[in-house]
């Protein structure tokens, strides 16, 4: 059964910095892109980065560029986001996903694209 399961979120002040992980079980994580969104209260999910499954490739929007970076390790079926420079606009629940995107230098952060998601993280940035 594919899963993935998010971890490392928490509570920091602003300036400070956090690294998530996701660590997929049940499928071939090379075949996929994987993604992170995040949801702030009241607000719809959002796509901030995501990474190819051939590991060449990465996106991030224009607010957190510079500020996080994305990674995979495929042998330990993890998937990483540090992020520095936290703000307080940067809380909310933050969740990775899967894009079957098999040997494919691309990836998309439309949530319509992902068909298996994490069950998320908190993120709460204080100022």
């Known amino acids: 059964q594919l899963q993935l399961v998010e971890s490392g979120g928490g509570s920091v002040q602003s300036g400070g910095s956090l690294r998530l992980s996701c660590t997929a079980s049940g499928f071939p994580l090379d075949h996929y892109a994987i993604g992170w969104f995040r949801q702030a209260p009241g607000k719809e999910r959002e796509g901030i980065s995501c990474i190819s499954s051939t590991d060449d490739i990465t996106y991030y929007t224009d607010s957190v560029k510079g500020r996080f970076f994305i990674s995979r390790d495929n042998a330990k079926n993890q998937i990483y986001l540090e992020m520095n420079s936290l703000k307080p606009d940067d809380t909310g629940v933050y969740y990775c996903?899967?894009?079957?995107?098999?040997?494919?230098?691309?990836?998309?952060?439309?949530?319509?694209?992902?068909?298996?998601w994490g069950q998320g993280t908190q993120v709460a940035v204080s100022s």
């Open positions: 996903a899967a894009d079957y995107l098999p040997l494919q230098g691309a990836c998309f952060v439309r949530v319509a694209r992902y068909s298996y």
